[in-house]
């Protein structure tokens, strides 16, 4: 037991001697990384305190020329010396309490005073930066704005040549172009003198008006020539050109007073005046854009002469056309509409039928009516051409679907005379179906004539006088006329075929009969059936006697009946 306690005590010896020793590296890498910031921020604290400010402070002597930048230098002076003996100072003194903390190994306070400290070096940092800035812009201005001057000099020569050598197409625009330009050259002399006297406040100002002169001068030269040619020349020439085509178009017959041109004209020339007005104090703002629109506006109105022209053209051409149509639609209404009551008496019209004539009528009116309103107008030369043309074509349409609506309207009429004329007509072949019928009767003697005839017979002719009837009535029905005329037709087709089966039975019957009487001495089977046929031939049983006579025939020849029945068909 003692043994294992000697090796348990040494095992905790060795942990704890391990464990001071990780202690003691901890601390030791602890205290090394405290050091390594204290040496970068040292460092900081160096390149803020290396800003070359008196390098350029110095440079700034040679220009002081007057109190102006004299005050600046001294500003400038007492902010870097606050900053070298104050600011800077207060980072040491920092950094000095950092390192003590760090031999104290008060490791917990050093990570705040790290911080603090390098808040401070990044203040002043930017502060330093910023000093230098402002004393480089002063130091770099002399030889930033000869360049920007000498560059705007360039241009402004630019621009006096141009000028010079092309002065006649700026007409009276001239002196004060060149007003403008000895201002240009005033302000290079005042900007020469600025610069001597290092009033580089006044340097910025100067070289920025210099910039908008020059800048405004270049669009004066460039775009003056095309303004005053448009103004003075291109529109006004227009304008004539208009004003002589609309008084020649006028003089012509055509009504151009839509077009307000005089009123156009007269605004025009204010606006040419003001333009011209501004120009001369070298004010060209919108004036191009308004020339522009000014000439566009006098195209458009040739390409609405031009319009005139052909609606006149189109109109006086489709004038005739729909006068003549017209005129013919009226007389052709008006008799139709006088007319209207004798058609009603002839036939028993439907209230549709006359309200459709009676609508047809009323829409011809209106557009007559509104045809010599349009009439009218074009006489007074109160619209133009193309109005009126659109007008006429309206009314083109109009008068074509009231035509379609009066073709109904006649055709409505029409079909009920075609109805009258076809039904006189069925009646003359119906009369002659139900001769052509008696007379067959009456051309073969037959001994006797059935019944059913003389019923059928009479049927027809009642049916055919009450179509008779029908006509003779004022006025006429046809829906019951073409009833009648189809009752009387079936009924006499029914006797035509009824007539002409009977006869060619009895024809047939009589053939059969005849031809059997050879056979009769020689079969008295033949000669019974033959008597019985005659008995009923004789009574009109025609089906009868055809019957008989043909089984007759049969007992001399199978085929003989079929045989007799060809050759009578032959």
Not at 103 to 114: A, F, H, T, V
Request: charged letters at 35%; proline letters at 2%.
């Amino acid at each position: 037991m003692q043994g294992q306690y000697l090796i348990i005590g040494s095992i905790l010896i060795l942990i704890l001697i391990i464990l001071i020793i990780i202690m003691h590296f901890i601390k030791k890498f602890e205290s090394k990384y405290y050091r390594n910031k204290v040496k970068d921020l040292e460092i900081q604290r160096n390149l803020v305190a290396s800003t070359p400010v008196l390098l350029e402070l110095s440079r700034v002597e040679p220009i002081i020329k007057n109190d102006k930048m004299e005050e600046k230098y001294n500003r400038w002076q007492d902010r870097f010396t606050n900053l070298k003996e104050n600011r800077l100072t207060k980072i040491d003194d920092m950094l000095i309490d950092l390192d003590m903390d760090i031999d104290k190994r008060n490791y917990k306070s050093c990570g705040y005073r790290i911080a603090s400290i390098e808040i401070e070096i990044y203040k002043v940092r930017e502060t330093a930066q910023h000093l230098l800035h402002e004393i480089k812009n002063i130091n770099l201005s002399e030889e930033k704005y000869r360049t920007i001057v000498t560059k705007l000099k360039v241009r402004y020569r630019s621009i006096n040549s141009d000028f010079q050598i092309h002065r006649e197409l700026y007409e009276e625009i001239s002196e004060p172009i060149e007003l403008q330009l000895e201002n240009i050259e005033r302000r290079f002399l005042d900007f020469e003198k600025v610069m001597d006297s290092s009033d580089y406040t006044e340097v910025v100002h100067l070289t920025k008006a210099l910039d908008e002169m020059i800048e405004h001068m270049e669009l004066i030269v460039k775009e003056m020539p095309d303004v005053l040619l448009m103004a003075k020349q291109i529109i006004p020439n227009r304008m004539k050109d208009v004003k002589d085509t609309y008084d020649k178009m006028v003089e012509e017959g055509y009504p151009l007073d839509y077009l307000n041109i005089d009123y156009n004209i007269g605004e025009s020339n204010k606006n040419i005046s003001q333009i011209i007005d501004k120009a001369k104090v070298l004010d060209l703002e919108n004036s191009m854009f308004d020339l522009k629109t000014m000439l566009e506006y006098y195209d458009t109105i040739f390409i609405d002469y031009e319009n005139e022209k052909l609606s006149r053209k189109a109109y006086e051409e489709m004038s005739k056309d729909f006068d003549s149509h017209i005129k013919k639609t009226n007389q052709l209404v008006s008799d139709v509409y006088a007319q209207l009551d004798d058609i009603k008496s002839m036939y028993d019209l439907d209230d549709q039928d006359v309200q459709i004539v009676d609508d047809v009528n009323k829409v011809l009116v209106v557009i007559n009516d509104d045809y010599n309103k349009m009439l009218a107008k074009v006489d007074s030369l109160s619209s133009p051409y193309s109005q009126v043309n659109e007008e006429l074509e309206l009314l083109t349409t109009r008068l074509s679907d009231m035509e379609n609506s009066f073709d109904v309207a006649l055709k409505s009429l029409g079909n009920l005379y075609e109805d009258e004329l076809r039904a006189r007509e069925q009646l003359k072949e119906i009369e002659g179906i139900l001769k052509e019928s008696k007379y067959k009767i009456r051309s073969m003697i037959l001994p006797v004539v059935v019944d059913n005839f003389y019923v059928e017979l009479n049927e027809a002719k009642e049916a055919i006088e009450e179509v008779k009837k029908e006509l003779e009535k004022t006025p006429i029905v046809i829906k019951t006329l073409n009833t009648r005329v189809d009752t009387a037709r079936d009924l006499v087709l029914k006797l035509q075929n009824n007539t002409s089966e009977m006869l060619d039975n009895a024809k047939y019957a009589e053939t059969l009969m005849v031809y059997g009487n050879r056979f009769r001495s020689e079969n008295n089977e033949i000669s019974e059936l033959l008597k019985e046929a005659e008995f009923k031939f004789n009574k009109g049983e025609y089906k009868g006697a055809i019957e008989l006579s043909s089984n007759a025939l049969t007992l001399v020849d199978k085929d003989l009946g079929e045989k007799v029945l060809q050759g009578v068909n032959k």
